[in-house]
T-cell receptor, first 114, second 109 residues
């Protein structure tokens, strides 16, 4: 079982709504990620937080706003989304080691924008 | 740009029919090559990490190998429950992961 927990599992929102996706991990990992995955496509990196600081932003539109309140939590705030933003949003975490780091994914949050 | 290419895109096997999936990569400064399994509507499940050419790892019916430019996921005597999409990913020196498009495996009883 994955130790990265995402809520909600499903979310339907209108284009004028404000909502948030939440992610929690209890593995003591210090890097956390948001990925977006469309049907039949690989995951695409959106954001990386390292030691609670945003380290990578893959030119994601400002209608997506990440937040890392502490080392165990990661949020993705959503505002004024477009129907094409409908996708599976995956949270992941990893711990740096001498050889590299393996990322572990949550089950994802299915987002539908209507 | 760094790139990960997986082949074939889809693979249909009979139960017990062994085969291999391929992942070729072009990243400079490879820090790791990763294999994941993804079931429909779920997040990718970690399988293996390989760090250096010649390394091999096994788990049940799966065996992953790594050369300087590609990795193979060998599936021995697959069962229907092995049906899934298998993703490989590479990690570069800047902590970024690049995923391939995946191989969708269908094992028929």
């Amino acid at each position: 079982d994955t130790e990265v927990t995402q809520t909600p599992k499903h979310l339907v929102m209108g284009m004028t709504n404000k909502k948030s996706l939440k992610c929690e991990q209890h593995m003591g990992h210090r890097a956390m990620y948001w990925y977006k995955q469309k049907a039949k496509k690989p995951p695409e990196l959106m954001f990386v937080y390292s030691y609670e600081k945003l380290s990578i932003n893959e030119s994601v539109p400002s209608r997506f706003s990440p937040e890392c309140p502490n080392s165990s939590l990661l949020n993705l705030h959503l505002h004024a989304l477009q129907p094409e933003d409908s996708a599976l949003y995956l949270c992941a975490s990893s711990q740096e080691s001498q050889q590299g780091n393996t990322i572990y994914f949550g089950e994802g949050s299915w987002l539908t924008v209507v | 740009e760094d790139q990960v290419t997986q082949s074939p895109e889809a693979l249909r096997l009979q139960e017990g029919e062994s085969s291999s999936l391929n992942c070729s990569y072009t990243v400079s400064g490879l820090r790791g090559l990763f294999w994941y399994r993804q079931d429909p509507g779920k997040g990718p499940e970690f399988l293996f990490t390989l760090y250096s050419a010649g390394e091999e790892k096994e788990k049940e019916r799966l065996k992953a190998t790594l050369t300087k430019k590609e990795s193979f996921l060998h599936i021995t005597a697959p069962k229907p429950e092995d049906s899934a999409t298998y993703l490989c990913a590479e990690q570069d020196n800047f902590n970024k992961f690049y995923f391939g498009s995946g191989t969708k495996l269908n094992v028929k009883p």
